[in-house]
């Protein structure tokens, strides 16, 4: 896939207005918007062309961003025009220069379907007879007022498939269509999978109190869903930002709805991607990693394997633990909950930190061995024998090890200095002089917390704040976080809760999050699910 944005076309060619001057100016002039874009896209789509432009000036237009090495696509416009040569006439100097090896043109269809559906006809028509290196890509529209009926999701791509031309493809506009669902519910603007593979174009933008064409952080946009639907298909056209500073410049900053806007979209797909990822690892090869830990388990005197998103076998001396087993919402089948449980089996304790069901799976934990003690909060309450109530700033002897227990600042701070929210219990492992600690899903990094003499490692469960997990342009929370993990003194990090398939992409850490504090912390490795740490 490739990243766009959408160009004036007053800013290459012709006088340019108040608005486009005002983004030129946001960067330094063209030169400084056109670099930018260089730097941080692949794709300019040139808004909009008429039949009344100037060819020879286009192609001067669309020279211009080649020499920034940006891929060019055009938005253009069938209003007024009455047949396919009046429509390509603009375009035929570009065509016959071979700047690209092809382009696509967008466009809206016309208010009357019937005229809309002959013009599309014969304008695909004659780029087929005549061999022109283009698609046209037809956009779904906002029902503004009862203004458009016909041309919703459905309606587009129905008109694609009725035309069946190869020259014809859809251009589906995310915001477009979630305006038509926010004005009129579920059924406003019905979209299903079956449009995907229709899709050859896209214009991304948020909706902001019925407003369109916002930035990513300026209102509501449906990236995950949007995102994942293309993905399965293999969708590897542009992803275009259409954002209209003329609509919001009063609110947000130009320069930065367009840096934070760029930021956002490029770290959605890497969150959709890693997302889709992890479903597939854990369905695919969920009973190989568990028994990648066994068998280390087994190899090893010391350490620990990951076993779940934020779960733990640990291993000291002859004593293991579990440390939050969860297989809740997660896609694992039959024989990996099996391949768990008989893990399970093997530990000397099992332990639990809080009540969120990705730590506490009451269904998976009715499930274990009774034999296996189950070390549960005093906040806690569980139907079931050998249950052993830990409390905060009480140590337990297991086997070989002692088992630290601490208050664990999940929630946020009251204005009295209580914690509020979800009590959690945090601990740490002694064993042989030394410390592995476990704060667990720490949120208030600035609460006062226990530490440790001689920590060899810290588990550290990132997290850089509520709905924050496309923000990686300008993290507030990244500061705090290595601040904490720099308070414990250890020796080795290992930061963890990552990519949890359960959250939405902007609840989910993944790598390009980490990096915010990898950079700074030492020592520290990102884990993953069925890797062994030897301590």
Known sequence: MKYGIKLPYDILAGEMSEISRAICDAFGGTDGLLAYYAANLDSVELATVSSQTDGDELLVACRRCAEYKLFLTVHGSMDGVTDAGAFWKPYLPLFASGLQESYTVTVHPLKDPTESERLLRAVCAKAEAEGYPVTLMLENQCDRKGRYPHWLCRSVADTVRQIGSPYLRMCFDFGHQL?????????????????????????????????????????????????????????????????????????????????????????????????????????????????????????????????????????????????????????????????????????????????????????????????????????LSCERENVIVTHDGASYRIGSMILHVFASAHSEIHADGSLGGVPEYGFAIEYDGAYTVFPTDVRTYEKAHATFPHTKALIAHLWLGRAQGLNVHDNPCAEKFCAFVESFGAERVFLSHLCDVRRAIRDIWTDVNAALVTDRLKNTALLRIGQWVDL
């Open 179 to 379: 305006f038509n669902v926010q004005a009129k519910g579920a059924d406003g603007d019905p979209f299903d999978g079956a449009v995907f593979p229709l899709i050859g174009h896209t214009h991304i933008h948020a909706v902001s109190s019925g407003a369109t064409h916002f930035p990513l952080d300026g209102g509501e946009v449906l990236l995950e869903e949007n995102l994942t639907g293309l993905m399965r298909c293999g969708y590897d056209g542009v992803l275009m930002l259409e954002l209209l500073p003329g609509r919001y410049m009063d609110r947000f900053d130009i320069r930065e709805s367009i840096v934070s806007s760029v930021s956002i979209l490029k770290t959605a797909v890497h969150q959709t991607a890693a997302k889709l990822r992890a479903a597939a690892d854990f369905s695919e090869n969920y009973v190989s990693h568990v028994e990648s830990v066994r068998l280390a388990a087994e190899k090893f005197v010391c350490g620990f394997g990951v076993i779940g998103t934020a779960a733990y076998l640990v291993k000291m001396g002859e004593t293991r633990i579990a440390v939050d087993p969860s297989l809740w919402g997660l896609p694992v089948g039959a024989e990996g909950r099996q391949a768990l449980l008989d893990l399970l089996g093997t530990c000397d304790a099992v332990i639990v930190t809080h009540t969120h069901e990705d730590h506490f799976d009451r269904g998976l934990i009715a499930e274990l061995c009774a034999d296996v003690p189950l070390y549960l909060p005093d906040f």
